[in-house]
């Protein structure tokens, strides 16, 4: 049983939003995406992205406005089940950061914030055949949609498209064979 | 209903202005015909109503995705569109239709049709297609030859400008060929290894409708593979940046967009079609159109509903319909959903430029007695693409610093492949009208029943089996076929419902895609199609375009339509 479960199965509740010891509510099923809600979150999402992909000679996730691309597609694109998962997934894992470091996630240090993305990484792989039941069951995990929208929006960012990697518009020309150059960065679309 | 006879006169009406409407429009115009072309759907200029073509992904606020919203709109549409090219698919929410079994209806409903967002695959049929019918007994016998058609081929290929290789297959004929799409490394890895490892099957650069040399102020083609956008340099062949330019510069063009066209009139008297009545789709006023020939090319299913709509006392049942086979023998591509490798190797090579071509595997199965098979007869085709891994495609492990790394470094080169496979004509397969049921405009729903039977259902098993089996003999690792259940419509290949046959009790059309009881009305869309072929349909339907407005042409300045 997990600890979301548990609680809920404690207090009665599963089904309905309570106040965590945040102060913020779980959420679990409610028939709308509560904007506001993400809104709140909008800071800690830019630190989870930037932690992800972080800057280095070219910008990172946060400068290139990653958190606002996974805002836009949690509030218009994603399904229930993976609205309901992401924002139980910020949840758990503040939660998770003021048990482990008795701090918010955004006050951490890079190092914290590491182990603590490191540590959701490692308890939500699942692969082949249990990753698709999984993801049938319940969803994305939090942690697979966050890196996943992390890297997309990043490498379809105007930062992460022509600083990061190599984008061509419009080449002009089709050298099926070339010779890879040293460093050559991969191309930002196919 | 306004009647204004004199204004409303052509010599010619086409109904629908995708790949074989706007041949027709060329062809008949170009004939010296005053030639009104109706659509149902909104005007789409050339290069300025390709709204998207030049946007960044990141000018895309959802990227490729449709938002929640977008797929209720477009539950169908939606496995086949994204954000950039949207705008080029209905929305099923507006345009509904009804599904026996699932089948998708994939349509594009504006000038251009779906000229703008095809696949751009164009091969010839061959005569061992022209006979399949007659030797293995389904369907009817096609009233054409190879030799009938070849000429025409010859003829739209030089206009459309076709990218290709001659290769010397009597089933898969040459063409007038602009220089191939280059294959890619890895590309030319599996058509060596395959090679090496079959005598009966080779791989060769796929015959896309992109320039690889300009064409008549077209083109060339610069590899930005967004065709489906609609394309700015005129780099693939569509209606919008060609056969309707043509057709305006004659002076003979009238083009009404926003026109549904609900039924052919018929004249029990003349014992002909006279015209057809359309709703204008904004202001839902009836007006009617008059001319001396008939075209019909609005696209396999829609063609046919309009015949069926079309009733008078002579064809209670649907306008030319004595032979009870209109709507019937529906037929589209078997498609497997996909097989798969990487390969660890040749990481010293890449590539400059997106390609919009593929590799094709012509059909290896069935030709002759060695390559018999006794789970299916007849046979597929494969397409079938080499890349190497970005972002997009590539696993990736941990976060932070590493990551940023491997997403910035090429990955694995990959294969994928894909079978096309022919479907047997079967009369059970149909689509009908739903009376009780109607659209924004009061017309009956078309109702479409249609299922794959074993023959197709074995074809695809088999080519998923043979993909594998080549990608594993050509070295490639993590092998593997994305298996899921058949989708019937998926590879909008839609053909039949109104077929070309030698005898009016069991087709619709004859050999000039005249309908046998109608001699004014031309029926020259995917409807017009006796069999299948494994190859992807559109470049048949336009050189039968061509031959039948010729036909049409000849007859009307001897004065015998």
Redesign the interface.
């Given at each position: 049983m997990n600890r979301r479960k548990a609680i809920g199965g404690i207090f009665g509740l599963v089904g309905v939003g309570f106040v965590s010891v945040l102060g913020a509510k779980y959420y679990i099923g409610n028939s709308s995406h509560d904007i506001e809600k993400l809104e709140g979150y909008l800071d800690l999402i830019a630190e989870l992205v930037d932690v992800i992909i972080p800057p280095t000679a070219s910008p990172g996730a946060k400068e290139s406005s990653v958190h606002h691309y996974i805002f836009d597609f949690m509030e218009d694109c994603a399904s229930r089940k993976e609205y309901t998962n992401f924002i139980n997934g910020l949840n758990d894992l503040q939660e998770t950061s003021v048990d482990s470091f008795n701090s918010v996630f955004e006050e951490c240090s890079t190092t914290q914030k590491i182990q603590l993305l490191e540590n959701l990484e490692e308890s939500s792989t699942y692969s082949g055949i249990l990753l698709k039941i999984n993801n049938k069951l319940r969803g994305r995990s939090f942690f697979n949609m966050l890196k996943a929208l992390t890297i997309e929006g990043y490498c379809t960012s105007s930062n992460g498209a022509t600083k990061h990697l190599a984008y061509l518009p419009v080449p002009g020309r089709y050298d099926a064979i070339t010779k890879l150059k040293v460093n050559q960065k991969a191309w930002a679309t196919k | 209903m306004k009647n204004n006879t004199q204004n409303n006169t052509f010599d010619a009406i086409v109904v629908g202005s995708g790949i074989s409407g706007g041949w027709a429009a060329k062809e008949l115009t170009e004939g010296g015909l005053k030639t009104l072309v109706l659509e149902r759907g909104r005007d789409v200029q050339h290069f300025k109503d390709y709204t998207t073509a030049?946007k960044?992904?990141?000018e895309f606020?959802?990227?490729s995705?449709?938002?929640?919203?977008e797929l209720e709109e477009r539950p169908i549409q939606s496995s086949h569109c994204d954000a950039g090219n949207k705008h080029f698919f209905v929305k099923d929410s507006e345009h509904p239709y009804v599904q026996v079994k699932p089948y998708k209806w994939i349509r594009g409903y504006q000038v251009g049709g779906r000229s703008l967002t095809w696949g751009r695959q164009s091969y010839r049929f061959s005569q061992m297609d022209f006979e399949a019918n007659k030797n293995d007994g389904h369907g009817v016998d096609w009233p054409i030859r190879y030799e009938d058609l070849a000429k025409w081929y010859d003829y739209v290929e030089d206009y459309v400008g076709i990218s290709g290789s001659s290769e010397s297959l009597s089933h898969l004929p040459d063409g007038v060929f602009l220089p191939p799409?280059?294959?890619?490394?890895i590309e030319?890895h599996l058509k060596e290894k395959v090679s090496k490892e079959y005598s009966d099957r080779v791989i060769i650069n796929g015959r896309v409708a992109n320039l690889t040399a300009p064409k008549k102020g077209r083109g060339p083609?610069?590899?930005?593979?967004l065709c489906s956008r609609g394309c700015p340099f005129a780099g693939y062949f569509s209606s919008n940046s060609s056969t309707l330019l043509d057709a305006h510069e004659t002076g003979n063009l009238t083009m009404r967009a926003n026109s549904v066209v609900k039924e052919v009139i018929y004249d029990d008297l003349q014992k002909k079609a006279i015209g057809v009545v359309i709703i204008d789709a904004v202001t839902k006023e009836e007006i009617s159109y008059y001319a001396k020939v008939i075209f019909l090319n609005a696209s396999t299913i829609a063609t046919t509903a309009i015949l069926l709509n079309s009733t008078s006392p002579s064809f209670p049942d649907g306008l030319g319909n004595t032979s009870g086979q209109l709507g019937h023998n529906l037929m589209d591509h078997a498609v497997n959903e996909g097989t798969y490798g990487t390969y660890d190797g040749l990481?010293?090579?890449?590539?400059?430029?997106?390609?919009p071509g593929t590799i094709y595997i012509p059909r290896f199965q069935n030709l002759n007695s060695e390559t018999k098979h006794i789970d299916f007869i007849r046979g597929y085709g494969i397409q079938g693409k080499g890349?190497?891994e970005?972002?997009?495609s590539k696993a990736?492990t941990?976060?932070?610093?590493s990551?940023?790394e491997q997403?910035?470094?090429?990955?694995e080169w990959r294969i994928s492949l894909g079978g096309r496979g022919e479907t047997l004509p079967n009369y059970e397969n149909k689509i009908s009208l739903d009376h009780q049921k109607r659209d924004n405009w009061g017309l009956p729903l078309v109702e479409v029943d249609f299922e794959y039977g074993p023959n197709e259902l074995a074809m695809m098993e088999h080519m998923t089996k043979s993909s594998e089996e080549m990608l594993k003999k050509a070295g490639f690792k993590n092998v593997g076929s994305y298996r899921t259940s058949p989708d019937p419509g998926a590879a909008v290949h839609e053909m039949g419902t109104a077929r070309m046959g030698k005898d009016p009790k069991t087709s619709v059309l004859n050999n000039h895609n005249q309908m046998h009881d109608v001699k004014n009305v031309f029926i020259t869309d995917g409807s017009c199609m006796t069999s299948s072929g494994s190859q992807n349909p559109s470049l048949t339907y336009m050189a039968l375009t061509a031959r039948a407005c010729s036909y049409a042409i000849n007859q009307i300045n001897s004065n015998q339509l």
């Open positions: - | 030049f960044n992904p990141w606020k959802h990227r995705h449709l938002t929640n919203k799409i280059p294959m890619n490394v030319l083609c610069q590899y930005r593979n990481k010293d090579k890449y590539y400059t430029g997106k390609s890349e190497r970005n972002w997009q990736t941990g976060i932070g610093v990551l940023k997403l910035a470094t090429p990955g």
